[in-house]
Nanobody
Framework: QVQLVESGGGLVQAGGSLRLSCAAS????????MGWFRQAPGKEREFVAQLTWTGGNAYYADSVKGRFTISRDNAKNTRNLQMNSLKPEGTAVYYCAAESNPDSSSSSAGDRSYWGKGTLVTVSS
């Protein structure tokens, strides 16, 4: 089992920045592909970004490309999401999710093996 805990959410004005972090415990986390998803009120959960373990390749939703950066800190066993130039439509609960295929570039929520409970990001206009 892998337990994931997100942190770093909060209230920010449009144009501002936040850095989300996902900490892992339990089974060795290091060889999982890691993704971030978000779910706004009344909407379906959507893909935000994915980072593969092998090669550290990053993939982004078009809506966040150029503004968000996904990264990993192996020393702290965390996966991070730096969010810049935030927009009000970015208001959502943000989830990290691990996928056992370390090379996966999948954007599908159904491919995830483990999920955190989420952290709320509110972007005011």
């Amino acid at each position: 089992q892998v337990q994931l805990v997100e942190s770093g959410g909060g209230l920010v004005q449009a144009g501002g920045s936040l850095r989300l972090s996902c900490a892992a415990s339990g089974r060795t986390f290091s060889r999982y592909a890691m993704g971030w998803f978000r779910q706004a009120p009344g909407k379906e959960r959507e893909f935000v970004a994915q980072l593969t373990w092998t090669g550290g390749n990053a993939y982004y939703a078009d809506s966040v490309k150029g503004r968000f950066t996904i990264s990993r800190d192996n020393a702290k066993n965390t996966r991070n999401l730096q969010m810049n130039s935030l927009k009000p439509e970015g208001t959502a609960v943000y989830y990290c999710a691990a996928e056992s295929n370390p090379d996966s570039s999948s954007s599908s929520a159904g491919d995830r093996s483990y999920w955190g409970k989420g952290t709320l990001v509110t972007v005011s206009s």
